[in-house]
């Protein structure tokens, strides 16, 4: 849980660097340490990476929906999608040993995934940067009411690196969560209850009411606002517009999250 505070206190390019060459590294790490090293273990891990898994998912997405700040909410983002990795990666192993066709779909997707990503996450967080001006970085979820009217073009390219990380299709976040999903059912672990379905129950719910949430949340804001505002002055890119619009959007995705939350 310091991916939040190391994210939000460091500077826009070193949160940059941090949060895109390492899970590279991390990825590999893991492929020599799990396959490679502790292959006759598969089924003690793979246990745990699922748990693992459903924390990360639970985790970053119910967290990532109540923040307020784009690069936290970010990190938390980041948490939620290396929950998908573990799923990608537990499904490489199939009853302890290593399948030539499940090996190959669970790593590339978990490749690609992982690709997507950082990918993905490169120009948002390099837009945070361009957004900043001497004495201000624009980092607060709020900053972005108005860059549509203001950048169009710097809207649009947060919108739709918000929208590939949520995962809505056609943008390539979508087929990279769907090709972890296929391989994690080609795998036969969705059906094995010594793996999956412990976790994955009350998994979902809480997952499909949050993931995604708070990225779409950071990609509507900025034209929802202008619609609301109409035409004004243009205190130009990175200024901050401290009305009540941006958090009446959080209060209603709040909300929306909590409807669908189990009752007692």
Same mark, same amino acid.
């Given at each position: 849980?310091w991916?939040?505070?190391?994210?939000?206190?460091?500077?826009? =390019?070193?949160?940059?660097?941090?949060?895109?060459?390492p899970?590279?590294a991390?990825?590999?790490?893991?492929i /020599?340490? &799990? #396959?490679?090293?502790?292959?006759?273990?598969?089924?003690d891990?793979?246990?745990?990476?699922?748990?693992l898994?459903?924390?990360?998912?639970? #985790?970053?997405? =119910?967290?990532g929906v109540?923040?307020?700040?784009?690069k /936290?909410m970010?990190?938390?983002?980041?948490i939620?999608?290396?929950?998908?990795?573990?799923?990608g &990666?537990?499904?490489? #192993?199939?009853?302890?040993?290593?399948?030539?066709?499940?090996?190959?779909?669970?790593?590339?997707?978990?490749?690609?995934?992982?690709?997507?990503?950082?990918?993905?996450?490169?120009?948002?967080?390099?837009?945070?940067?361009m957004?900043? /001006?001497?004495?201000?970085?624009?980092?607060?979820?709020?900053?972005?009411?108005?860059?549509?009217?203001?950048?169009?073009?710097?809207?649009?390219?947060?919108?739709?690196?918000?929208?590939?990380?949520?995962?809505?299709?056609?943008?390539?976040?979508?087929?990279?969560k769907?090709?972890?999903?296929?391989?994690?059912?080609?795998?036969?672990?969705?059906?094995? /209850?010594?793996v999956?379905?412990?976790?994955?129950?009350?998994? +979902?719910?809480?997952?499909?009411?949050? +993931?995604? +949430?708070?990225?779409?949340r950071?990609?509507?804001?900025?034209?929802?606002?202008?619609?609301?505002?109409?035409?004004?002055?243009?205190?130009?890119?990175?200024?901050?517009?401290? +009305?009540?619009?941006?958090?009446?959007?959080?209060?209603?995705?709040?909300?929306?999250?909590?409807?669908?939350?189990?009752?007692?």
């Amino acid at each position: 849980m310091w991916i939040p505070d190391v994210y939000q206190g460091a500077p826009t =390019v070193v949160t940059l660097i941090i949060g895109s060459a390492p899970k590279f590294a991390a990825f590999g790490m893991a492929i /020599r340490l &799990l #396959v490679d090293g502790l292959l006759p273990l598969a089924i003690d891990w793979q246990q745990m990476l699922a748990v693992l898994a459903i924390a990360s998912l639970l #985790v970053g997405n =119910v967290a990532g929906v109540l923040q307020t700040n784009l690069k /936290r909410m970010l990190a938390y983002s980041t948490i939620s999608h290396m929950g998908f990795l573990f799923l990608g &990666l537990l499904s490489g #192993v199939v009853n302890g040993t290593v399948d030539s066709n499940a090996a190959e779909a669970a790593y590339s997707s978990a490749m690609f995934y992982i690709v997507t990503y950082v990918l993905t996450v490169l120009p948002a967080f390099g837009l945070i940067a361009m957004l900043a /001006r001497e004495g201000f970085e624009s980092e607060e979820i709020a900053d972005l009411a108005g860059l549509n009217q203001r950048s169009p073009l710097y809207a649009g390219v947060m919108a739709v690196c918000m929208f590939s990380l949520a995962g809505i299709p056609p943008l390539v976040g979508f087929y990279a969560k769907l090709s972890v999903l296929q391989a994690l059912v080609a795998s036969g672990h969705v059906a094995d /209850r010594r793996v999956l379905l412990p976790a994955r129950g009350e998994g +979902d719910v809480f997952r499909h009411a949050a +993931d995604g +949430d708070h990225r779409v949340r950071a990609a509507g804001c900025p034209r929802r606002a202008d619609r609301q505002r109409g035409a004004g002055a243009d205190p130009g890119p990175g200024a901050r517009r401290p +009305d009540g619009i941006v958090r009446r959007c959080h209060r209603a995705r709040a909300g929306h999250l909590t409807g669908w939350l189990p009752s007692p």
